[in-house]
């Protein structure tokens, strides 16, 4: 029930009373069944009224346990704003801060309660403020995420080139009302980029391996990543038909794991005579840095190779799509020798007709036109091998 509900209804019921009462004083209106009226029409009201105030006693409880909620995500809130790897700020319209992180603290040299109140033009160095606040008004005008190149100028501290990611946040009514901004040192995220693309810290060194054969199903655990230190791993699905479909393949230093996929049939098998992988929880990964930058450079890997995958599985023609898929081979396990390039894993023609859609037959018919062309051949292990020619047009 709603306060002015219930306030009108205590309005309603005073006045009620007061007549009653004015009824009761009159010596004109007094009679035997006069009293027992009045009693009738308190009990009811005071019924009424006891309903009310259990109701308020209710939204009373609800509101409270709202509030908690609240405070709750606001605790949350407080802690991702705070744990974020950037500087985090959230300004108004004019750009004056509301909000920074403890990043944003020690990026700006300046005490973290002192930053709010402050123009955010105020460190930028002095021949751009003005530049600063034409893009400010811009904004107003734009729904999209903004990325700038400032120089910033730290409190008693030497200036530095810096990139701004700034998102517009809007009321219903469309008006702006606060804007939020990651700040980032270029020269560290320079740096950061290196560490990524850098071979100093193998975390293949740090863990025992576990062995798989080749055609043997790994388990995959939703808690854990498996890092494969030797050999090739094959990701697959099945699809509506029941049909296999390759979705990557995991090579030496790469990681895979049923968290990293949205697929519900999701399997890795064992593509090399020998695999060996190493397990990796989640928590470790949480807690040393160098070990997420190492892995995080692989995932990318994976991701370019996923997307290579899609463009493969959109050519029209089946020999376009294995040719196509063996230069990807190539690029993946490709090993150079007299010959060409070796592809020193041996792949069934089943596994080249799931890998692009078709059939063992129809692969089987264009592997033998490639090598009649002399654009591929084998090896005493029955493993593909790239010839020079395998470039040329037909």
Request: aromatic share 6%; with cysteine; glycine share 4%.
């Amino acid at each position: 029930m709603k306060v002015d509900i219930f306030a009108q209804q205590l309005q309603a019921f005073q006045q009620r009373l007061a007549e009653l009462y004015q009824a009761v004083s009159d010596p004109r209106q007094q009679t035997t069944n006069l009293l027992p009226a009045v009693y009738k029409e308190l009990g009811v009201a005071s019924e009424q009224l006891q309903v009310a105030v259990e109701e308020l006693l209710q939204k009373k409880e609800e509101l409270a346990a709202t509030q908690s909620q609240l405070e709750t995500e606001i605790g949350h809130h407080h802690e991702l704003f705070e744990s974020m790897l950037y500087a985090y700020l959230v300004t108004d319209a004019d750009g004056n801060i509301l909000e920074a992180n403890r990043i944003a603290a020690t990026l700006f040299n300046v005490p973290q309660q002192l930053l709010v109140d402050q123009p955010l033009a105020l460190f930028i160095v002095q021949k751009e403020p003005q530049e600063f606040g034409v893009k400010l008004k811009q904004l107003r005008k734009r729904d999209w995420v903004q990325e700038w190149q400032v120089r910033l100028q730290p409190h008693h501290s030497d200036s530095f080139k810096a990139v701004m990611t700034v998102v517009p946040i809007r009321d219903n009514q469309g008006k702006l009302v606060t804007l939020r901004w990651v700040v980032r040192d270029i020269n560290k995220l320079k740096q950061t980029l290196k560490v990524l693309e850098s071979n100093d810290y193998d975390p293949r060194d740090n863990y025992p391996r576990h062995s798989y054969a080749k055609g043997e199903t790994i388990h995959l655990e939703p808690h854990k990543i498996w890092l494969v230190s030797r050999g090739l791993v094959k990701l697959s699905t099945i699809n509506e038909n029941g049909e296999e479909m390759l979705v990557g393949l995991a090579g030496t230093s790469m990681s895979f794991s049923s968290s990293m996929t949205s697929l519900n049939n999701y399997q890795a098998t064992a593509l090399s005579e020998e695999v060996q992988l190493i397990p990796i929880a989640f928590t470790e990964i949480d807690a040393s840095p160098r070990l997420k930058q190492a892995l995080l450079a692989q995932i990318n890997r994976r991701l370019k190779q996923t997307e290579l995958l899609l463009v493969i599985s959109g050519k029209q023609q089946v020999k376009e799509r294995l040719q196509h898929f063996l230069l990807f081979l190539k690029q993946e396990i490709g090993q150079s020798v007299a010959e060409g390039t070796l592809l020193n894993v041996r792949l069934t023609h089943q596994e080249l007709a799931n890998a692009c859609r078709t059939t063992r037959v129809t692969i089987t018919r264009e592997l033998g036109k490639l090598q009649q062309q002399g654009k591929i051949a084998f090896d005493s292990k029955h493993c593909i091998i790239l010839t020079d020619r395998f470039g040329e047009r037909t």
